[in-house]
């Protein structure tokens, strides 16, 4: 017994308070949440830190404060020992204990009434780290008790009085209180047992019986209960709090690596702009030494309208007044003039009507993409097959949607905007497509190469501008597919399996926590509410039906293929259980289509539902054939083997040994995981194909 051990010896309390700063050296980890679990003696004096992420330092910070009230007890100069034991823990699924990764020992009596700070210690290595874990923490204490008289500390030169007799402890002064307390259940004191102590006392050596619970001790054993309750619920609800906060600041970092793409595209361009303005002060010189006009002031290229159009009516009272001026070069400073105006001309509209467009609609056709075709024919552009401004056009979109930091409404804008001009583009290459062939005939009748000019350079430019849409009409619809499946991401696996952070729990107020806004959402909701906000913006910039339909086709892909992914490296999670569970979760993601008018998309979704049904059917008829491909068509042989080889109960190697048999018939290497990444190509039903002719 302990009050035998301590019988005769100087008792102290102690009070510490430690700071648990950091956990480093974390290799292998970065990304997961770490947390320490700490114990001094008895379970009463034992905690859990909150979970921190490794960032990319291999470390993780914690920062908490505690407190421990500790006796010890001396016969001589030392106090005996008192360990204090402090875990570094790792938090996985289905475990709320978590996986230990390090633990150390710390012997309190070797730091009492000091102050030490950024103490540096060594975990014990373990097998999944390479190297052995460090923590940071920093410690005070400071003696409060000798014997039952209460301590305070004195200052230099005071001297044993009203406040009690001084004492001195490992060099430091106290006041002794001259009241004694007889007894203090705070510290480690044989004389206070708990009803568990005292149960534990009699299982071993079968003296002592359990006494009938006092009604006083039950209703406090029930507000402990509902305290730990509410402790459990604030936990759960600060987790969420700072996993969505490490969520925003990952966002909020790619967004500034954007915006720093972005600055830099500004720049370039105003150097560029710069560079034309200079260009044209130059030529506005040479102009003033044939002429006695006064010198124009090349204006800077975002200058308003009404300054530009004098700046050029100007050049072109310049130019009229050249009489005297020998024509050749008079006629190279006209084009140079005219040249550097146009070229201001189209960066002031690429800037209006891509940078700084508003996203308004005429008719279901968004105003931008009808007002740059119109804008491109009324400058001849087609005809003069002026293909670097066609590409000035299309990097700009394709800049200000891949590029810079884009919301899911822009990019969806711009998606519907490039369709509609795609589409003008192909109606006005259909309509001068027939005189192109009159003349390729004329020429090959007349055995000669088709002049170029007329219809066959304005088609040829058609052409340049169609593949270069078509191309950045795929960049758009990729980043944003990207976009949309990087939320969802986080949450498929969760919610489809119903593992992680949704373990069963029984407690209501623990399922609130987890909803978000504290209400009583389903968990579904995680991934049917980023499906709804991609439908809207899609709806809302009028981008096509069936470019929506292709859209979550490749969205549902995504999921399906992570799900049985996940399903084909983690053999726990094969058992009929998760069959139910994934055909009750896809049945609502069915639902969700089917409500919206995207039942074609939802077939995507076949591969998650096979898999399911592979878990939740008798395994036998799986070893025809036939009835393997009806039962899961969008499975490869292989896939539906590792399924089977990852089954808990164990099922007969007959079955699996037959569509070992098949995949080994058919032939050619399967590959066992889907490729969630691919991008199908789109096609454009909804507008005329681009005509073809010989060349």
Known sequence: MKHIEHRGKEKTKF????????????????????????RRGSKKKSGTTRMAPVRADETATIDEKIHIDCTFFKEGTEFDDKPMSITLKEAVPKKSSGRSLGKLRINLSRCTNKEMKELKFTFENHPKLSTAPILVMSLSSAP?????????????????????????????????????????????????????????????????????????????????????????????????????????????????????????????????????????????????KFTNLPVTVAQPVVAPRKRKDKAASKNKVAMANLSNVPSERAAQLAAIVE???????????????????????????????????????????????????????????????????????????????????????????????????????????????????????????????????????????????????????????????????????????????????????????????????????????????????????????????????????????CVVASGFQMKMEISKLYEWANRNKLRTAATQLSPMMDAANVFVMDKAPLGDEEVLRQVCPSLSYAQVKQLLSNFSPDIPTSVVSKIHSFASKKGGAETLEIDTTAIKRLSFPFMPSAPQVSK
Request: net charge negative; charged share 25%; with cysteine.
């Open 15 to 38: 009070g510490f308070d430690i700071t648990l700063h950091s956990a480093g050296n974390l290799k292998g980890l970065v990304g997961a949440q770490v947390f320490l679990s700490w």
């Open 339 to 573: 040249a550097l105006e146009l070229s201001k001309e189209e960066s002031i509209f690429i800037e209006r009507e891509i940078y700084t467009t508003i996203p308004e609609f005429k008719g279901g056709v968004p105003i931008a993409a009808l007002t740059i075709f119109q804008k491109l024919v009324s400058w001849k552009v087609f005809q003069h097959n002026k293909t670097a401004l066609l590409d000035r056009i299309v990097d700009a979109i394709d800049n200000i949607c891949t590029r810079c930091p884009s919301t899911l409404q822009r990019r969806c804008f711009w998606l519907s905007a490039t369709c509609a001009l795609l589409s003008e583009v192909r109606k006005r290459m259909e309509h001068i497509a027939p005189e192109v062939k009159e003349q390729q005939v004329a020429a090959a009748a007349a055995a000669v190469s088709p002049v170029p000019g007329g219809a066959t350079t304005e088609f040829n430019a058609l052409t340049h501008f169609d593949g270069r849409l078509t191309y950045v009409i795929f960049r758009i619809y990729s980043a944003t597919v990207t976009a949309t499946t990087a939320e969802l991401q986080p949450h498929v696996v969760c919610v489809i399996l119903q593992s992680g952070m949704f373990e069963q729990d029984t407690n209501p107020r623990q399922k609130r926590a987890q909803s978000p806004g504290g209400g009583t959402s389903s968990s579904s909701e995680l991934l049917t509410r980023p499906l709804g906000a991609a439908l809207s913006a899609l709806t809302d910039s009028c981008v096509h039906v069936s470019l929506a339909e292709q859209f979550f086709a490749q969205v549902f892909y995504f999921m399906s293929g992570t799900v049985v992914n996940h399903l084909l490296a983690h053999k726990e999670e």
């Open 144 to 288: 409060v008790k000798l014997g039952n008289h209460k301590l305070s500390k004195a200052e230099e030169g005071e001297e044993s009085g009203g406040k009690g007799m001084i004492t001195v402890i490992d060099g430091a002064m106290y006041h002794l209180d001259d009241k004694s307390e007889h007894s203090d259940p705070s510290v480690d004191s044989p004389s206070v047992v708990s009803e568990l102590d005292f149960d534990a006392t009699a299982d071993e050596n079968s003296v002592f019986t359990r006494t009938d619970p006092d009604p006083a001790d039950q209703t406090s054993s029930s507000a402990a209960k509902s305290l730990h309750e509410e402790i459990e619920m604030t936990r759960t609800e600060n987790y969420e709090r700072l996993k969505k906060i490490q969520e925003q600041e990952t966002e909020l970092q790619e967004l500034r690596r954007k915006l720093a793409t972005a600055d830099e595209a500004v720049q370039k361009m105003s150097e560029e702009n710069l560079g034309l303005s200079r260009t044209l002060e130059e030529v506005n010189k040479d102009l003033r």
